[in-house]
């Protein structure tokens, strides 16, 4: 295989590891892609090495080589951020997101009198602590419904729904409204 044909296959190689980070960075895979990366790592050290006779492929072998430690640097930064327990910002692709936060439909009714929907506050939290949303919008309107009214036949009074935070969990709960 010539040097050309090699380098055109360790960019490739470098998109799909830098997307397979992507997915683990937003949740969707588990474990972080480290055998991969270290594969990379060899196959970019062994291209350095190699007598290249044309400055195109030097370039780009030396632009594979600046974009794979900057990608690693940061890696390891966004890493070392999640073990500390710091926040780490959600993904901005819509694409690796949840399914639920990829195609959300239009806004649901406004619950307890807030100037944002419930099931937009309650997505911004999720997201905000690094957590899955794992609903969608039609299905948490349909379960808040439902308890709303399960609750409301119970206490025999109206109640609203807020968002509650608890050991790093958010948590919807519901809260009477006071009678006037």
């Not at 090699?6 to 470098?14: T, W």
Request: glycine content about 4%.
């Amino acid at each position: 295989m010539e040097l050309t044909d090699q380098i055109a296959v360790l960019e490739r190689a470098l998109q799909e590891h830098i997307r397979k980070w992507e997915m683990f960075f937003s949740g969707v895979e588990k474990t972080p892609p480290q055998i991969e990366r270290e594969r990379i790592n060899r196959r970019i050290r062994f291209l350095s090495e190699q007598t290249v006779n044309r400055r195109a492929e030097q370039f780009r072998i030396e632009q594979l080589q600046h974009r794979f430690m900057t990608y690693s640097m940061n890696w390891e930064r966004m890493l070392r951020e999640r073990e500390e327990g710091r926040r780490v910002q959600p993904h901005t692709n819509p694409e690796l997101r949840a399914p639920a936060a990829a195609n959300v439909p239009p806004p649901s009714p406004v619950e307890g009198g807030e100037s944002e929907p419930l099931f937009d506050r309650y997505c911004a939290a999720k997201i905000e602590h690094g957590v899955d949303v794992g609903v969608d919008r039609k299905t948490f309107d349909e379960q808040i419904a439902a308890q709303k009214k399960k609750i409301e036949e119970r206490l025999g009074r109206e109640v609203r729904f807020e968002l509650r935070f608890e050991d790093d969990q958010v948590r919807v709960v519901a809260r009477k409204i006071k009678k006037e």
